[in-house]
């Protein structure tokens, strides 16, 4: 296994991460910035304020998106495991 497979692997691991992790958390960072504005604006400082909101994007970005994030997941795995005879010899 040369220097350069294993780059290419990690690099292809850390694309599918990033692939896999900004679906949910782009749309928990903008809930967050808007209530964030909301309570600057109104001065009120729960913390509960933010948390629930985006627990609700969170748990609908998942529904909408997991379908894909797992078979985005599940195809890279089977790709890797598939590779596995290429990458030791």
Same mark, same amino acid.
Request: zero cysteines.
């Given at each position: 296994?040369? #220097?350069?497979?294993?780059?290419?692997? @990690?690099?292809?691991?850390?694309?599918?991460?990033?692939?896999?992790?900004? #679906?949910?958390?782009?749309?928990?960072?903008?809930?967050?910035?808007? @209530?964030?504005?909301?309570?600057?604006?109104?001065?009120?400082?729960?913390?509960? $304020?933010?948390?629930?909101?985006?627990? !609700?994007? !969170?748990?609908?970005?998942?529904?909408?998106?997991? #379908?894909?994030?797992?078979?985005?997941?599940?195809?890279?795995?089977?790709?890797?495991?598939?590779?596995? #005879?290429? $990458?030791?010899?």
């Amino acid at each position: 296994m040369t #220097p350069e497979i294993v780059h290419t692997v @990690v690099q292809d691991a850390m694309l599918i991460a990033v692939k896999l992790s900004a #679906p949910i958390l782009i749309p928990s960072l903008i809930i967050g910035l808007i @209530v964030a504005m909301f309570q600057a604006a109104t001065q009120i400082n729960e913390s509960t $304020l933010s948390f629930i909101p985006k627990l !609700i994007v !969170i748990g609908g970005v998942l529904i909408l998106a997991g #379908p894909w994030m797992l078979q985005m997941f599940v195809d890279y795995f089977q790709d890797l495991i598939r590779e596995i #005879p290429t $990458l030791i010899g």
